[in-house]
């Protein structure tokens, strides 16, 4: 955080440089279009082939095909999830949480784009569906569906508590990756990274700029969709924060499961569609 009193004097053209208009770093408008009104029509008549319920403060993997759509849905009571996404067939390729952010802003809805890690950097899962898409930003400055918390984990939770708790996210992702792959559990964990924070209500305070959160607003029967761009392996972990109104990395929070459903899309939808390809740069990095 900044000081509350600055320790360096302001130069006499202090105001005049905190004047000067800001410009987004990435602006999205070059990038080519995610294909929508074929995602809706896909969406319109999908067929259900799979289903995986998340139970409280515990996490499970699902997989999903390129095409296919996915969807997380809040089913007993207001609850957020933490979502890591790999590379179905290469673990190394995982949801790049901070490019995502830098491309589309904090919080993501309909029409967004997850970006996957450098040096394949494309779309691995369009937001083609957001039932809170209504929230908007509250008189906070939060939001829902966040790219800037990384996950409650047991190593800060450690730091600021004394204690250690087992059933955070990450710790939860862990379990859920090593089960599903056969892997160790320390490489499981070496896999898994900042999450999109699916149904959270997040922000930063206006004086501090601090990392917030707030109850959120979702209710059972809310959900985001996904168009699955590439082949995914995913991992969900219902936060032990329930609706995060309170504390994130304990037992004490009413907690409740999170449902992703799988779906194949609409019969001919997606007729000559192909999934997103690696990055187009040429690589060398000057050498």
Not at 32 to 52: H, L, N, S, T, W
Not at 165 to 184: I, K, M, Q, V, W
Not at 234 to 242: D, E, I, K, W
Request: with cysteine; net charge negative; hydrophobic share 35%.
């Amino acid at each position: 955080m900044k000081l509350d009193t600055p320790e360096t004097a302001p130069p006499l053209d202090a105001q005049e440089r905190r004047e000067v208009r800001p410009i987004i770093c990435y602006p999205p408008d070059a990038l080519a279009p995610p294909q929508m009104d074929r995602y809706r029509a896909a969406a319109k008549g999908m067929i259900k082939r799979d289903e995986v319920l998340v139970q409280p403060r515990d996490a499970a993997c699902f997989s999903v095909k390129a095409g296919q759509i996915f969807r997380i849905v809040s089913v007993d009571g207001p609850q957020v999830g933490d979502l890591n996404l790999w590379n179905a067939n290469d673990l190394t390729e995982r949801f790049y949480s901070g490019k995502t952010r830098a491309l589309h802003g904090t919080h993501v809805s309909t029409g967004d784009r997850l970006w996957t890690s450098f040096p394949h950097m494309r779309p691995m899962a369009t937001i083609i569906g957001d039932s809170l898409d209504w929230y908007g930003f509250d008189e906070f400055g939060g939001s829902v569906h966040d790219v800037i918390g990384t996950r409650c984990d047991p190593y800060t939770g450690r730091l600021l508590s004394g204690n250690d708790y087992h059933y955070c996210c990450h710790s939860n992702l862990t379990r859920a990756l090593a089960a599903e792959t056969g892997l160790p559990l320390n490489e499981a964990e070496a896999h898994v990274h900042d999450v999109l924070n699916v149904f959270m209500c997040t922000g930063f305070t206006r004086d501090t700029g601090q990392y917030f959160m707030k109850a959120s607003p979702v209710r059972p029967g809310d959900h985001l969709d996904f168009m699955a761009e590439i082949d995914i392996l995913g991992g969900l972990s219902a936060c032990p924060g329930g609706d995060c109104g309170g504390e994130h990395s304990s037992d004490v929070a009413p907690c409740y499961p999170l449902l992703v459903e799988v779906f194949d899309p609409a019969p001919g939808s997606m007729d000559g569609w192909h999934p997103s390809t690696g990055n187009p740069y040429i690589g060398g990095h000057g050498t």
